[in-house]
């Protein structure tokens, strides 16, 4: 067996994996050359641990270590995922991978040997940033999302899902991942808020996941001249989708939720012209699923008011919503007990949420970042704390990969 | 000499050139495959009326027409620009074009014999659509801008506009247009707004260009996780932008005046990210070089205010601004009275404007637009109209190219 790369020599080998050198963020989106980089780089480290590496046919990966004691058993699968967001951090995903695989060397450097067998595994497109649709990879092998439907999806160029697929070589008839032997996941992740550091502690428990969505409004009006147009002329979209971005910010503010326009394509986009179409994508997160329903109502409300004074029209279509996931209580308060870690919520969608609401008992631990700062160049968390997650990590499995029971 | 095709069948060639099948309308953009085949569509228009088409270094054209008696002589030049802005309509531009050519022949109908030369040209990247600065072929030619400093503007796709130019097979060292053998410049053009519908007639002349530019507007924040950062701790570049669209739009509106925000970029532009950047053009036009200034000052101070609540920054970035261009009182009145034609402003800029600053005694011939729709696929004009303005440029041509002293 090769050396294995310890969590630190993992992390300098990642961090020039589709980095950008203007910004210092990363570009790691599905089935481009930076992600099959990151795969392989997966593989050769699953290798080096002489665990061998199973690829499903869209790019989720697998890796079991199964002692003699364990076979033929179910057992606790970690992992993340390794894509990023456009210009995105280099934690957000691959802090989770890279602290699985240092787990596994924690457990056996103690001599741990499980009685259950140990996956860890990696889930493509967790982020939606090319095809618009978070966790696909596990909304897929869970059967969420369906394959049928999922390859119609396009990215910004047109490309259909599928092609993007195979043009990574992959083949999405050889089959998805089997989630069978799977009896618990845990995903470790950097903490996208402040509550750790709030709390002085580098790791804590999950306990649940705000309900959210993503939702694409198309605000139409009229291309016509910028300059001989008199104002009151005009049906112009960009003032329709101005007022709704200003008013979802002030509602998600008055309610303590979350609203984000974020995303945005204009027609034709032209200095001189006024636009014929505002295509915009409202993220919104909110405490409970009727909260999400309020909020995102009211926006909608007061873009419909506003398209009415502006002679724009407006569509609005739901392209994910996520409810309310609680993560298993009883598990979250047995592993927190393990170091005394605090059990937090987060408005954070993560592939721990598709497989618990599968019905897998699931678990994250999340690991502080100083500035609270994700989905950014900024994102950060310090070596301590990551190596902190690791030892939590190892002991987290150690207590799921123990036989309680006669099975 | 090849039978020359006229107006309506001229106008039938050039429909389907860089036109987009889902919208209707056009995609001419300078140094393109569609705009070469425009300029090859002139080249043999010109030869079959025997003219010989001269191409410069960057792809403007011009064709003259110098009879014997007018050899030697300086003359009047008519045309226009055959680019379009993006989804731009078919008239704004090639109409000035088509109409120039469409004038020679009812001249030539007529028996006309001009004493002076005239001159039918095509001036590149009149919109600005791909380089951002409009009427930079006439600029060029006039030397309002250098080729120094043109050759290092970039389009949308990093593409140098030295590249762009080579890549057309054109070769800037070769020069460009002389201006010195022109004595007068004519261009006519749709009308842009509803002056000509309003008056009930079918051709006015230009009286002046409103005073217009273009601002760069560069809004910075904080990218961050759209989901778990708490609304009071962003720093929300796509919220400045929307509150400076908003109050340039009012500003405007209450002033009389125009402010456009047409053209945006986000990044990351992500749907769960808050953004880091919005780059966000200003389009903006006025009476008055005062009411101008007023204006995008005022529209500035606003940004700036809502950047400091926003904790965003802001920069303002003068891309290219037009003082109020005055067409020569007694020429625009003169040539009027051929047809008791209306004398009226616009809010566009034109060539026509770039070749006025340069010293040019210059009119605009303006042609009836019945919704006053423009930089639209929806853009329209009626052949009729079409016909009366052939026939009102032959008129101003002939009255322009007919000797009045000896020269």
Known sequence: ?????????????????????????YFRQPWTTAESELRSWFAEECV?????????????????WVPA???????????SHLDSVLDGGAYDGPLGVASALAAVDTLRARGFEPDRPIGVGVF???????FGRACLGSRLVTGATTWDEARELRDRDGVFLADAVAGAGL????????????????ELHVEQGRDLVDR???????????????????????????????????HDPMLTYAMTALAANKQARLAGQRATFGRLSVEPNGTNAVPS???????ARASSDEALATLVEAVERQAHDRAERD???????????SGSVAFDPDLATRLASLGGWPVIPTQAGHDAGILSDAGIPTAMVFVRNPTGVSHSPDEHAETVDCLAGVEALADVLAELARRRDPA
Chains 1, 2 share one sequence.
């Open 69 to 79: 004691a364990a076979a033929g058993r179910r057992g606790v699968l970690t992992g």
């Open 1 to 25: 067996m090769a050396p294995t790369s310890g969590f630190e020599e993992m992390w300098r080998d990642l961090a020039p994996v589709g980095r950008s050198a203007s910004s210092g963020g």
């Open 277 to 283: 179409l505002v295509t915009a994508w409202l993220d």
């Open 124 to 130: 493509v497109e967790e982020e939606g940033s090319r």
């Open 200 to 234: 002085d502690v580098a790791v804590g428990l999950a306990s649940e996941i705000w309900p959210h969505g993503r939702w694409r409004f198309d605000f139409a009006g009229q291309a016509n001249h910028a300059g001989t147009t008199r104002m009151e002329d005009r």
């Open 171 to 186: 083949d999405p008839e050889a089959g998805l991942l089997s989630l069978d032997r799977v009896d618990t996941f845990v």
């Open 48 to 64: 080096a641990r002489g665990l061998a590496v199973e690829t499903d046919g869209i790019g989720n990966q697998v890796a079991w």
């Open 311 to 321: 002679g724009t029209r407006l569509d609005v279509t739901a392209e994910s919503v």
